[in-house]
């Protein structure tokens, strides 16, 4: 079974705990930074029960791993990660992303910088970021599983970042504003704001392109022992971007078909997949993406 409601950030694991009674086989996009971190909490009873779990088959982790296991193949060791997501401002959207994303507005996001972990506002660190064939975006930081997961993974010695961005800049610029009242504890948080703040999103989709990315950067030593950087983009004309999450489930699905599941146990979709099981998919929505 696939779980693919949302949001994940206030999920209890109930689905979870469902399909290994049942002994069917699990996988969900979660992006809930909680949520992931505690699957290994159910590894026993999947491995008991015969069936594999997995959570995070969505953009992230499971796509942005096989990409970084690509660009720094034969590599000895990474210093940087960035990755960027930026849907383009006509995508449609849907309440349980904008839940999603209220839930960590304004609170301490912990981050992996200059070798260490930190805390940062959540959609703080605002600054633009010019993706390749697209153009600049707004970029604000977000607490998501791959902040930890990038670490734990790749050990890079300076910093592992995600951020995302809006395209139009009254709607990014203005959640920054709004996150203030929640960064000096006026308020608790904006997630019950989230139906009026999606009415407003919604009534401002005539502007703005269908055009969203996805940015992948990466710098450290290559197999030659010398610095180096590597970057992969992904740009979703024609409101496809939002296909791009399901992919990692949807190469996952062919797995089963084909008698390749996953090992028997609880784990995150990192180093499951590679990047060639979705390069398919990607020419057949019409999906550009480019390494350099």
Known sequence: ????????????????????????????????????????????????????????????????????????????????????????????????????????????????????????????????????????RWASVCDTPEQDLLVRRYHPSDRAEFFAGME?????????LLALPVRLGWIASLRPASRPLLAIAKWLIPFGSDIGAMDIQISGLNARNECAAARWTLRADGNRGPYVPTLAALAL?????????????????????TLTETEADFARLGIATERS
């Open 1 to 136: 079974m696939i779980d693919a409601a949302g949001p994940f950030q206030a999920s209890a694991p109930t689905v979870i705990e469902a399909a290994i009674a049942a002994g069917v086989h699990y996988v969900d996009l979660a992006d809930g930074r909680a949520f992931v971190a505690a699957i290994g909490a159910h590894d026993a009873a999947a491995k008991a029960a015969g069936i594999s779990v997995t959570t995070g088959a969505s953009s992230i982790p499971a796509l942005s791993h096989a990409v970084i296991d690509a660009l720094a193949d034969g590599w000895h060791s990474i210093d940087r990660i960035r990755i960027g997501i930026f849907p383009g401002n006509r995508a449609p959207r849907g309440l349980a992303v904008v839940q999603a994303i209220l839930s960590y507005v304004g609170h301490p996001v912990r981050v992996w910088r200059s070798g260490r972990w930190t805390d940062v506002p959540g959609w703080g660190m605002l600054h633009r970021w010019n993706v390749p064939g697209v153009g600049a």
């Open 168 to 176: 139009l800049s009254v709607l990014h610029l203005g959640l920054a």
């Open 253 to 273: 699905l062919r797995r089963f078909r084909d008698g390749r599941p996953p090992a028997p146990g609880a784990r995150p979709c990192t180093g499951v997949l």
